[in-house]
């Protein structure tokens, strides 16, 4: 399979057709799971695997605070196990949002 069956509703800020699926993939992973659909989501997963989206996601520089307990519960991850919330403790907004 060269692309999963993904829709375009979380690129729409880049060109979807140039993206590189291996190249790029903590990119389309951080997108699909902060900004696709549901359909989108369970796409990727079956197209990377659990195991390669818990190595790479972890990674991610930003992922929204439902994302991130999704995946900490379907990844069997610790939410300090992710960079972004590392950061996250490190530099907290002067706001709640």
Do not use: H
Request: proline letters at 6%.
């Amino acid at each position: 399979m060269d692309k999963p069956p993904i829709s375009r509703k979380a690129f729409w800020d880049v060109n979807f057709e140039a993206l590189d699926f291996e190249k790029s993939s903590l990119f389309i992973m951080q997108k699909v799971f902060n900004y696709g659909t549901w359909d989108d989501q369970v796409s990727i997963m079956r197209y990377y695997g659990l195991p390669r989206i818990k190595k790479e996601i972890i990674k991610a520089s930003y992922l929204r605070k439902p994302v991130l307990s999704f995946l900490c519960t379907i990844l069997k991850l610790e939410k300090k196990d992710f960079e972004c919330f590392i950061k996250m403790q490190l530099n907290p907004l002067p706001w709640k949002y």
